[in-house]
């Protein structure tokens, strides 16, 4: 696998290496040994796949109150999956990153805590798979708006199909990044 840095600190585009042949591929998409070669404690404790129907199906901006690391794949179909940095004190507080990710090349993109995360799909039939850090518990679960002006993210399209919880999320506060 191979760890490549972004604008946004501590978030990581992982590339697997993919084993061709006439049979088709073989890869790995996480090792917690590889992860740790590069000071990364990572071991994912759940997985999960969300599957998408519509092109352009937005999802988030998601975050957990708790940490909550994670590693994020497009298992089928391509999606433009996008964090905003909302970390008080970090170097890259208030900008956002997008990062195409597709089942051809099976990219990820791993989020450490405390980002906002959400996705577009740019094609139908999308399943995004997460491995995430830790166990899932209600409660924890906190939004903001997709389109919030504070990080000024121009997202390729208007999301055709949004959840109402997503779409009411309340804008970020910059002052009170708890809230």
Known sequence: MRFLETEIAGALIVEPDIHADERGFFTRLSCTDEFASIGLAFNPRQTSISRNAAKHTLRGMHYCTEAEPKLVRCARGGILDVIFDIRP???????????????????????????????????????????????????????????????????????AVIGKRDADWPDFDPTNPAS
């Open 89 to 159: 004190g970090s170097p890259s507080f208030g900008r956002a990153l997008a990062v195409e990710l597709d089942a051809i090349g099976l990219r990820g993109l791993f989020i450490p805590a405390g980002l906002a995360h959400g996705f577009l799909t740019l094609e139908a039939d999308c399943d995004v798979l997460y491995q995430i850090d830790r166990v899932y518990k209600p409660g924890f679960d906190a939004g903001l708006r997709w389109n919030d002006p504070f990080f000024n993210f121009a997202w390729p399209a208007r999301p």
